[in-house]
């Protein structure tokens, strides 16, 4: 088929492209929301889908794209049938339905270059959903020919009215042959009852594909006319200057008496209150026509199923240009779904263009605003009036710079919502079974940085289903469950993006990247056994890990992680790779917010001036002339800073950059090149080796104070080091540019921008700081992980805070329980406690409790009951009431002191503790209660005391 | 040396340009162009030229539709010249130096080179992105 006089670079077909590409954008997710739902899909769902389809219909006939327009009407006349509930969603619907889409989606981007889409294949396939159903359309035949209307497939390609070539082409020629359509009013209006109207076929639609309104109106001769000064002739001059008349019955109501006013149909962009406003007629007198079920109408005539029913439920509301209002049909939403989301309210389309220049010149405005601040500001003392216009320029600069950034921001539903479908259609082709997950979809993201996140994402997403989750047979051997899951998480943490995508698959399995990186010869021999497991993982970052073979070799991920990794790189932003073997893997991408606008410190060194971004500082110390000696040691003449108990390497930004720093003489005001290269050096006689062509250059020569120096704190990833640098200026809102390609090489900056006082300054990257002065951080993390499992381990074996209570027995013995596991202490009076053979007890609400005393228990000293106060300690978790005999509470301590565990202890006792000039035994507890109960059940066994084991 | 006023977009005095550390020699700094960052280049160091003592670049010379400036020391004068003045720059010239001109006016009182503005970009871009490629 051919697109005859079809232009595709007509202005007018680009704005129609455009939305058709909306629309398109809104009906996948539809579409896959429908498929998850199956039967239970709600009304609105199918609606929206079959609106968006509609559209799609009506600007494809617009622009005269008749395979799209075919395709389309196929598609929807299966939607039909679903929302008319004839036929039940299933996959294989949503498939037909989707590759339908993605044929439509191939078309639009095809508009204009002269091709010509095949697209039986995905007609025949609709026409299956529909043919054993029906059995009324035959192979070849349109899906939505019915059987009054149809025509043969051949008569389809004959050329259209060329009348209407631009203005008001059908939709399809072929498909609606009968020029006449029937509408009705909708609502309740007693003057519409029953009424129906023959409407232009054409003119109808062209008035629906350019979203109009279609009213039915009705006016009377009276009221409307005569009482207002009209006549006939100036109303229907008055409807034309607002819109279209597409059906008028005024010349058969000429002359008729019983007729007191005649209607018309009558299309236009104005809503219902305005146009009621601008005909001055009353608003009872008018109202909507429903298109949609104009349509239906027509297309369900050879349905027999149809012939039941009356009218289509819920009636659907009319589309309506989105500019208008809030199509509020959509508003009730699913949790899962929301056509919410993606029906744009309010909105307008902009060129994107256009906001990047809007952008820019934002940009340039913080800049001018930077510019005047200064100048303003001294000029506040004496007019008073300049700060009041400082403080109104600083607001509204700032709001439209936040404006502007917002127009930029996009939902990463935007991005990642596709995802659904993208792991969808792989599932299935690998025939793996993997749930998608979504999380965080509303945080936003620049635009820019959206578009360039897709690449990687997709990337690590197919290997996540590829190569991490498992076939459901194996899944279910590994006692997982069938479907995998994949996760998608988005959030924002500190100015930054996180996105983390996780699975539970297989993992990596470290060893198998080692091996394989070493066969590649990525790895040195001698690196091979002191590689942490993150490590081997981050080998799969390395270009020319990836190759064909290694796909099938490994279970895990590594197929153009490099790419994947440069290209989060680029956008300032960071990847970071967790995986358990077997249990799944986690990758981390860090990003910023926004590229444009970054609000960073400024420093300096010497005379020149740098910025740093603010999200990679932690925290920035002034250190004075006796803390540089304190806290700065110097190891193998390199500099470390300790600071709260850790150690950070220092890095001096004039060394790493080569910066000359002049020491002034005191005596002789001479200034001269500084030679030491660390705070903690002697100063040395200059060597003979500067370069003294390069002396004089620097005319800024200084006192250097050697003695203070800022340290700044910063961070890349986990890793922290401290820069010093001579100055701290202002934080400052900058604006990023790239660096010129002449300079691009330096990695030790981020880009370049300009200062409010119009110096241009350099952006530093921290990670290539580090590089520069060789902060090797990937060999240190290895050593540092082995530390942090020995401490971990110390600590283990530390154990937890305890809080003691530190009792005597006997003379000299003293024994400790935790706090935890005591109900509480009462003092005792030895005179009241009773004795029934060698057990003795004390009256206790009424009750006789048993008391025991330690040595009961344990080899110890007898305990002392002549002390002038004794104390019961009421232990926990005991299946009754027992007291512990003391001579002495002591005290109560909190310690984490390392319980020494000692072989000679005896049974119930954890270990000994030695607090001040005390040796304590401390209890555990769990064996001391099992000796209680142990004993209870002893006197149990010899009846001795009924009532005392009850409590 | 001379170079052709319409490849010039504007000619403007040599002030604050701010160095870049590590930059290869012939890159003198940056500068700020009414809100955008030029980068200014050192004729002189591209072209193997010594350096007359001290640095005294008077202006720079912007060229259109580049954001690159050319530093030099100084701003002579401005005059037409027919076309059957221009030749071919001598063959025994430093390729260095060819690298950049291929032309030559001969006036009475002197022969002026006249540099390619287009050739010298092209030049240094192949030249920076050999040292990108590099690290």
Redesign the interface.
Known sequence: MNRDGHDPLDAMSSEFIAEIKDDLASLEPALLAMEKKGAGTDDDLINHAFRSIHSIKGGAGFINFKELSNLSHAMENVLMRVREKTLAINSDIVDALLTGFDKMKLMVEQIGKGETCDYEKEKTALQKILNPDTGISKPGKHAGLTEKQGKKPGESAKPVNSRQKKKSRPISKEIWDDPVEVVKPLGISPVFQGKEFMVDKKRLDHALSSQKFIYAVYIRFEADLRAKNKDKESIVDDIKSIGDILFSDLEQSRGQKERDGFFCVISTILDLPLLSQVLEIAKTQMTLVDRQFTDYETLMKGVASRAAKDKPEPVPKPVKTSITEPDDTLVRGTSEFSPDSFSSTHTLRINVDLISRLMNRAGELVLARNQLRPFLTSNAKENSLASGIMQNLDMVTTDIQQAIMQMRMQPVIDLLGKYKRVVRDIARRISKKVDFILEGADVELDRTILEKLANPVTHLIRNCIDHGIESPEERVRKSKPETGTIRIKASHQGGQVHITLSDDGAGIDPQLILSKAFEKGLVSEDRLDKMTDKQKIDLIFLPGFTTSEEITDISGRGVGMDVVKTNIESLRGRIEIDSVKGEGTTVHLIIPLTLAIVPSLIVSTGEFKFAIPQVSIKEVLYLEKGAVRNQVENIAGFEVLKLRGHIYPIVRLRNVLGIKTYIKRPVTGEKEEEKRKAIADRRQQADADSDLSERWQEKDRRTHHWDTTYVIILKHGENLFGLCTDELYDIEEIVVEPLSEYIRHLECFAGTTILGNGGVITVLDIQGIAALASLKFDSIRSEDAKRNLLKEKEERLKGEKRNLIIFTSGRREYFAMELKNISRLEPVNPKDIHYTGHLKHIEYKGHAVLLFSIDEFLPAVECDFTVKEIFAVFPKHLSARVGILTSGIIDTIETDMFIDEDESCPEPILGKLFIGDMMVQVIDHERFADLIEQKLMMTKGARASRENTDC | MGVDILDIREIIPCT?V???????G??M????LR?R?L?I?DIAVLMGLE?QG??SHSHIIVFKNT??GFAVDQIGDLFDTGREKIESIPVNIDPRIQKYSDTIINLPDGVIMILNAGKIIAC??TE??A??E??
């Open positions: 604050r701010t160095r870049i550390h590590l930059a290869p012939f890159v700094g940056l500068m700020n809100g960052i980068t280049l350096k001290k640095n954001n690159v240094i871009r920076a992105r040292l990108k590099d690290l």
